[in-house]
């Protein structure tokens, strides 16, 4: 059964930022590079990466024609280690003050977008720090996880209680939950802008939304 009781009010409150309402969508297709973890690993999380992508009809780019890479992921397992990446800082000024507030709040991840201008996505930073919570889960699911959060501008609340993915037991594999995955597909129709502020283009989401929902629940 899928999660078909998911509504208009929740929809919006994942891309309600600070009573805001923002939304925004990749502006272009998404080229990925990973610092910080060993080959195997990075063939799996491309993977992952790849199968989050194309919940949004997308296919990962080889590269960016403007930025090279585009969607730039560093592990670590210490925040010191971002602070000792070259020229990190000129893409995420005041470096040093982020990562003494995350080490302060005891963060495992934070995100840096950018934007065109249009509105789209066009850079997501993301440093992770892999700790006890994160070591706990595969690779396949903390990338599947990571993505599934980089794909759209959701809140910062928007996955507090919940995670975006769920894990299927028979395998043990990571797939994006069934309303995520169904607002990340309306999300990226053709037909919807990029990006809005305001926030009844959430009608337009979520009837999108509901539909999908229905008829994956009927198949």
Not at 133 to 144: C, E, F, G, H, N
């Amino acid at each position: 059964m899928n999660e078909i009781d998911f509504d208009e009010s929740q929809i919006e409150a994942l891309f309600t930022h600070d009573g805001q309402y923002r939304f925004a969508r990749w502006g272009r297709p998404i080229a990925p590079m990973v610092v910080g973890t060993d080959d195997k690993s990075l063939d799996a999380i491309k993977d992952a990466f790849q199968a989050v992508a194309g919940i949004a009809n997308m296919q990962l780019a080889e590269t960016d024609p403007e930025l090279g890479a585009n969607f730039i992921v560093f592990f670590c397992s210490d925040w010191a280690e971002i602070g000792a990446v070259p020229d990190l800082d000129r893409m995420l000024p005041g470096l040093d003050e982020l990562l003494a507030r995350l080490t302060q709040s005891g963060a495992n991840q934070y995100r840096h977008f950018a934007f065109d201008e249009q509105g789209g996505i066009k850079l997501c930073i993301l440093l992770i720090r892999v700790d006890e919570q994160m070591a706990q889960l595969s690779v396949q699911a903390l990338a599947t996880d990571q993505m599934a959060r980089s794909i759209l501008l959701w809140s910062e609340a928007a996955f507090m209680l919940k995670s975006p993915i769920g894990i299927i037991e028979s395998n043990n594999m990571a797939i994006v939950r069934p309303n995520i995955a169904a607002t990340i597909r309306a999300a990226y129709d053709k037909t919807m802008p990029v990006a809005a502020e305001d926030p009844t283009h959430t009608l337009r989401l979520a009837s999108r939304v509901m539909q999908l929902l229905i008829d994956e629940d009927d198949d």
